[in-house]
């Protein structure tokens, strides 16, 4: 069977979606993450839409690798993602990062399971 690949490049590609730099609406700037509505507000008014905007085969890839992180990252790991792209919005500080991402994939992707129980589908191929 052919394994799926994925790769912390593709996280830090979505992530950057919200990086320094990147033109984000007022409505959106001014969200508190700690809020749960307001990262569905985040994800579904904005992420979403900029994800969409890629082809098929990198959506696909950014998804595997958002599952793969939350199954097997760290959270040093999963901050160090967020935090290299400058992100112009601050994490939540009263979720842990792991529920954070969790949250972000519930609303990206209709609370579909992220859970992995089989690792060896997984190949990962490293930064890109």
């Known amino acids: 069977m052919k394994t799926k690949k994925v790769s912390e490049g593709y996280i830090w590609r979505f992530w950057a979606f919200m990086g320094e730099g990147y033109e984000i609406p007022a409505e959106i700037l001014g969200l508190n993450l700690n809020n749960h509505a307001s990262i569905e507000k985040l994800v ?14 990198w ?38 990062i792991r529920d954070f991402y969790i949250l972000v994939w519930n609303f990206l992707f209709d609370y579909e399971s992220f859970l992995i129980e089989d690792k060896s589908l997984y190949e990962d191929i490293g930064p890109f």
């Open 44 to 57: 579904n008014s904005f992420l979403k839409p900029e994800l969409e905007l890629e082809n098929i085969s």
């Open 59 to 96: 959506q696909y890839r950014c998804k595997e690798s958002f599952r793969f992180a939350i199954n097997f990252w760290t959270d040093y790991e999963l901050k160090r993602s967020y935090d290299q792209t400058l992100a112009q919005l601050e994490l939540p500080t009263q979720i842990s």
